[in-house]
C-alpha cells in the first residue's frame, strides 16, 4: 500500500551482537530527493557505553583467536557482502547521493575487498629479532592487538571508509566501537545483519548510531577506549585531538585536500583529459583524493581548457539511479549551498566559470526537483590566494590555471595547508621523479589516477592527516609492539 511503501526505514544500534533501539532519532534525507526516508538513532553516552562494554568483553576470546581463524571469518564477510552486492549499491546510492553506477563498481567491491584484502595480509606479518652475543642475549619483538578500537568515518565513501577500518582492526584481534556518519549509516547497519552468519562472534564489532557532538564525542572521550581511528575533516580532528589528549590516546586521522594536478606540455594530452575529468568530478567530486586544483603549462593550456570544457559539459548529472548519469546528487542541501557559495566568491573575485553553476541550466527529472544537484563547474583565471584555491570545497567543482616552469608550478602546488594526494602528467620519466620528490603529499599519481595498491601507505602530510593505513601501516596502528630480551 502507498503507506506502507513511504514507511520510514528505521535503524537500530547493533551492541554486543544485538540490535537494539534508540530512545531518539535524527532524520536523514535522501540526498536526490529531498525527502526523509530513514530514522538514524540519536545515541550518546549511555549507548557508547554498553558498546564498549560489549566490545571489552567480547576482546579476550577474540583477540586469542589464530590469525587464521580470524582471516577465515573476515573473507565470510567478504563473501557475504559479494552475494548482496547489488542491495548494498542500491541503498548506498539511495542513502548518500552517489550514483548507482559508482556504488556498484567502486563503494561496495572495494568494501568486500577490505575484509578480502586483510584477512590474506594478516597472515603474512612477521616480527623482528636481534642476537648481542656477547651479552649473551637476544632480543624479539610481539605484537599483539591493542583492546576496544573507536572509528570514525565520514559521508562521502560510507561503508568502503567504514570497512577500511573495521578489517584490519578486527584481524588483528581488536574488538571495535564504530561510528559512521548520521548522514550515510544504513550499509553499516545492513552488514550488521551479515555478522553473526559470517561467524563474527557477538561484541567483536558494535556500531552506534549518532552524531559526531554526541555519540563521536562520546566515543573519543571514553577512558577504555585507547585508540580512534578517524576519517574526517581537519576541523574535526583538532576537536578530536584536543579532547582524547587527556587519555594520550593513539590517533591515525585521515583529513582533507586540495589536490593539485600538475600538466606539463609533454602530458599525453589524450589520457590526462578523461583521467583529469574524473580526478575531478567522480563520487561528486566527494572524495578526499580529487583534485581541484588543475596547472596546466602556458603552451597548452588554452587547448586544455577548451578540450576539459568541452568534456566537462558532455558528464550527466541527474537521478542518481538512472545508470546512465555520471554526476549524482551532492550530500545536502547545506553543502549544497556551501559549494555554490564557492563558486559566487570566485566569480566577485574576478574569477570566470567557464561551464556549470550559474552558467549552465540542469535540467532535472520532475522526482529529482528537491535533489541536492550541481553540474561540473571549471573555474578559469582564479588567483592562488582564492578561498577556491585554498580551501577543500568537496564537491564538482575544479579550478584551472597556468604555470610556466617546474620550479614555479612545485612551489605553487605545496602552497597550500593540505598535503594529501597530487597528480602529475608528463612523459618525461626525469622531470617526474624530481617533481614527485618534492611535492608535499602523501600520495603522487603519474600519468594516472586512483590506482591503489592496499599493500603501501595511504594518508595525508600537513593537515591532511597523522599516520598511514594500509598493510602494514594498519598492522603497527592496530597492535602494540613490545621487545623482549631473552639472557641464555
Ligand atoms: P566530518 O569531520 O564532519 O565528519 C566525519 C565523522 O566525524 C562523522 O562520522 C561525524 O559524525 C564525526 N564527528 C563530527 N564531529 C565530531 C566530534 N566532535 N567528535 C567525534 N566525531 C565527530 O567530515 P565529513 O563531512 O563527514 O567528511 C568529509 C571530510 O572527510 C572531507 O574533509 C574529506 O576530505 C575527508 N575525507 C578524508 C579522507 C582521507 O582518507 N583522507 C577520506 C574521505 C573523506
Same mark, same amino acid.
Given at each position: 500500500t502507498m503507506a506502507q511503501s513511504k514507511a520510514l526505514l528505521v535503524l537500530e544500534n547493533f551492541i554486543g551482537g544485538k540490535f537494539v533501539p534508540c530512545s531518539s532519532y535524527i532524520d536523514s534525507y535522501n540526498p536526490s530527493t529531498g525527502d526523509v526516508y530513514c530514522k538514524v538513532p540519536d545515541s550518546g553516552k549511555e549507548e557508547v557505553e554498553a558498546a564498549v562494554q560489549a566490545a571489552k568483553d567480547a576482546f579476550p576470546i577474540w583477540s586469542s583467536k589464530s590469525p587464521l581463524e580470524r582471516s577465515q571469518i573476515l573473507n565470510k564477510l567478504a563473501d557475504l557482502i559479494e552475494h548482496d552486492l547489488e542491495a548494498f549499491a542500491q541503498a548506498e546510492s539511495k542513502d548518500q547521493g552517489k550514483t548507482i553506477t559508482f556504488a556498484r563498481t567502486v563503494d561496495i567491491p572495494r568494501a568486500a575487498y577490505n575484509f578480502r584484502f586483510f584477512a590474506s595480509s594478516i597472515l603474512h606479518h612477521v616480527t623482528e629479532c636481534t642476537e648481542m652475543a656477547t651479552m649473551g642475549c637476544m632480543h624479539y619483538t610481539l605484537r599483539t592487538p591493542v583492546g576496544v578500537a573507536g572509528l570514525i568515518s565520514p559521508w562521502n565513501l560510507p561503508l568502503y571508509l567504514l570497512t577500511w577500518k573495521i578489517a584490519p582492526a578486527i584481524a588483528c584481534g581488536n574488538t571495535v566501537v564504530a561510528k559512521p556518519s548520521e548522514m550515510t549509516s544504513v550499509t553499516a547497519w545492513m552488514m550488521c545483519k551479515l555478522l553473526e552468519k559470517a561467524g563474527?562472534?557477538?561484541?567483536?564489532v558494535n556500531i552506534v548510531f549518532g552524531t559526531g557532538a554526541k555519540a563521536g564525542e562520546a566515543l573519543v572521550c571514553?577512558?577504555?577506549?585507547?585508540l580512534i581511528s578517524f576519517t574526517g575533516s581537519t576541523l574535526t580532528a583538532q576537536r578530536i585531538t584536543e579532547k582524547s589528549a587527556p587519555h594520550c590516546k593513539r590517533l591515525s586521522l585521515e583529513l582533507g585536500g586540495k589536490n593539485p594536478a600538475i600538466i606539463f606540455d609533454d602530458a599525453d594530452l589524450s589520457q590526462c583529459i578523461p583521467t583529469t575529468l574524473r580526478s575531478s568530478f567522480a563520487n561528486q567530486g566527494e572524495i578526499? !583524493?580529487?583534485?581541484?586544483r588543475i596547472f596546466v603549462q602556458r603552451g597548452i593550456y588554452n587547448e586544455f581548457l577548451k578540450r576539459f570544457v568541452e568534456e566537462a559539459k558532455k558528464w550527466k548529472t541527474g537521478n542518481?539511479?538512472?545508470?546512465?548519469?555520471n554526476v549524482g546528487a551532492l550530500i545536502s542541501k547545506e553543502h549544497l549551498e556551501k559549494i555554490r557559495n564557492y563558486v559566487k566568491k570566485a566569480q566577485a573575485e574576478g574569477a570566470r566559470v567557464l561551464c556549470g553553476e550559474g552558467v549552465d541550466s540542469l535540467a532535472l527529472p520532475p522526482g529529482n526537483q528537491k535533489g541536492y544537484f550541481m553540474l561540473p563547474t571549471v573555474i578559469a583565471?582564479?588567483?592562488?590566494?582564492?578561498c577556491c584555491m585554498q580551501e577543500e570545497i568537496f564537491g564538482p567543482v575544479t579550478c584551472v590555471v597556468a604555470f610556466d616552469t617546474e620550479e614555479e608550478v612545485i612551489k605553487r602546488a605545496n602552497g597550500v595547508k593540505y598535503g594529501l594526494a597530487a597528480t602529475i602528467w608528463s612523459s618525461n620519466m626525469g622531470r617526474v621523479h624530481r617533481v614527485a620528490r618534492r611535492l608535499q603529499s602523501g600520495l603522487v599519481w603519474t600519468n594516472c589516477? !586512483?590506482?591503489?595498491? !592496499?599493500n603501501l601507505p595511504f594518508g595525508g602530510m600537513k593537515a591532511s592527516g597523522i599516520g598511514r593505513e594500509g598493510a602494514k601501516d594498519s598492522y603497527e596502528f592496530f597492535t602494540e609492539v613490545k621487545t623482549i630480551t631473552i639472557k641464555h
Open positions: 563474527v562472534p557477538h561484541g567483536v571514553h577512558p577504555d577506549v585507547p578526499c !583524493l580529487c583534485t581541484s542518481p539511479s538512472d545508470p546512465t548519469v583565471e582564479v588567483k592562488d590566494e582564492s589516477w !586512483l590506482v591503489r595498491d !592496499l
